[in-house]
């Protein structure tokens, strides 16, 4: 039973507890649909950053930076898609997502986490990493692929769309930027100043969108 539970635990670190669980369960053997809302999370200036400190303390600091974000992601019940070099993907299903604003409020807990980290990251690397988030909500089809290596994956025009609405925060200057769609979804909170970035032409897509960013008062 030792065995067994050290076994689970370090796949379950690998793949994740929520993946691992519906590996067990079936629950994509056979491709759905669901709605899931998705976080796609960049450091700022990375290349740069990668340049600096070379191949070994980079990796080091990424392997940092992307474990400050696991209490986060975990207390607003998000999920890690994926890790694609510098950037993080976080997706919730729509009603876990929605609840208590847990995606607005992961973004803002990651940040708040990773500010606290500022002074370690320049003793350690001489700098502070940062990072920039778009968000979107859709629909998905979710379900199991792979023969010599299983993964749960989705796909859907959503996740192209979360990709594209990140790619803009340089243009806006911003670090945050969200889709119509899913700003309509945030519960008020005197806390959150809601701005209007206008209409935006997303690269590859035909339809325009209004983009948002929002602040938080301290």
Same mark, same amino acid.
């Given at each position: 039973? &030792?065995?067994?539970?050290?076994?689970?635990?370090?796949?379950?670190?690998?793949?994740?507890?929520? +993946?691992?669980?519906?590996?067990?369960?079936?629950?994509?053997?056979?491709?759905?649909?669901?709605?899931?809302?998705? &976080?796609?999370?960049?450091?700022?200036?990375?290349?740069?950053?990668? *340049?600096?400190?070379? !191949?070994?303390?980079?990796?080091?600091?990424?392997?940092?930076?992307?474990?400050?974000?696991?209490?986060?992601?975990?207390?607003?019940?998000?999920?890690?898609?994926?890790?694609?070099?510098? #950037?993080?993907?976080?997706?919730?299903?729509?009603?876990?997502?929605?609840?208590?604003?847990?995606?607005?409020?992961?973004?803002?807990?990651?940040?708040?986490?990773? !500010?606290?980290?500022?002074?370690?990251?320049?003793?350690?690397?001489?700098?502070?990493?940062?990072?920039?988030?778009?968000?979107?909500?859709? *629909?998905?089809?979710?379900?199991?692929?792979?023969?010599?290596?299983? #993964?749960?994956?989705?796909?859907?025009? +959503? &996740?192209?769309?979360?990709?594209?609405?990140?790619?803009?925060?340089?243009?806006?200057?911003?670090?945050?930027?969200?889709?119509?769609? &899913?700003?309509?979804?945030?519960?008020?909170? *005197?806390?959150?100043?809601?701005?209007?970035?206008?209409?935006?032409?997303?690269?590859?897509? *035909? #339809?325009?969108? #209004?983009?948002?960013?929002?602040?938080?008062?301290?």
């Amino acid at each position: 039973s &030792l065995f067994a539970g050290l076994f689970y635990s370090e796949i379950s670190q690998n793949v994740g507890d929520a +993946v691992l669980k519906n590996f067990f369960t079936g629950k994509y053997h056979k491709p759905i649909q669901e709605k899931r809302i998705f &976080l796609f999370c960049d450091m700022k200036s990375s290349t740069t950053i990668a *340049e600096h400190l070379g !191949h070994i303390e980079y990796f080091k600091m990424l392997k940092a930076y992307y474990a400050d974000f696991t209490n986060a992601i975990i207390n607003h019940l998000g999920s890690v898609y994926q890790y694609v070099g510098d #950037e993080i993907i976080i997706s919730w299903k729509y009603e876990e997502g929605i609840k208590n604003n847990n995606w607005i409020n992961c973004f803002s807990a990651m940040k708040q986490d990773l !500010h606290n980290k500022a002074e370690w990251y320049k003793n350690n690397f001489g700098l502070a990493p940062t990072f920039k988030s778009g968000f979107h909500v859709g *629909e998905v089809t979710t379900g199991e692929i792979g023969t010599l290596k299983k #993964e749960i994956i989705f796909t859907g025009d +959503v &996740l192209n769309t979360t990709a594209r609405i990140q790619g803009l925060c340089n243009t806006y200057n911003v670090d945050i930027l969200i889709s119509e769609k &899913l700003i309509k979804e945030l519960k008020p909170e *005197e806390s959150l100043k809601i701005m209007s970035q206008g209409i935006a032409e997303l690269k590859g897509k *035909e #339809e325009k969108m #209004e983009l948002f960013t929002v602040l938080r008062n301290s």
